[in-house]
């Protein structure tokens, strides 16, 4: 089982930028795996935001970050990033990291959960 610890989150104003980190230990990520964050915020459901193929570097994003959002991965710390650029009140949510054996497009994917880091968008 592997352990996802966030860290990055915080207050900041729209159109700020904040970058958030996940850190992955207990064991190595392989080729086929993938690690990405989802969102959640008060009274919604847990939605995904982006995904990085571990192999190969596939990317996928939630269609309102596309272009604002950049999700990157660092294979020798175990270690993906998170580029939240021109933040919008509406990104204001729990960031979780979230890991798993295939593409983790859904909830439904994923096989490992980080604890979650607040993310606060607000003048």
């Known amino acids: 089982q592997v352990q996802l610890v966030e860290s990055g989150g915080g207050l900041e104003q729209p159109g700020g930028s904040l970058r958030l980190s996940c850190e992955a230990s207990g064991r190595t990520f392989i080729s086929t795996d993938s690690v990405g964050w989802f969102r959640q915020a008060p009274g919604q459901e847990r939605e995904f935001v982006a995904a990085?193929?571990?192999?190969?570097?596939?990317?996928y994003y939630l269609n309102s970050v596309k272009g604002r959002f950049t999700i990157s991965a660092d294979n020798a710390k175990n270690t993906v990033y998170l580029q939240m650029n021109s933040l919008l009140t509406e990104d204001t949510a729990v960031y979780y990291c979230?890991?798993?054996?295939?593409?983790?497009?859904?909830?439904?994917?994923?096989?490992?959960w980080g604890q979650g880091t607040q993310v606060t968008v607000s003048s």
């Open positions: 990085i193929r571990w192999g190969g570097g596939e990317t």
């Open positions: 979230a890991a798993g054996p295939r593409r983790i497009l859904t909830t439904t994917a994923v096989t490992s």
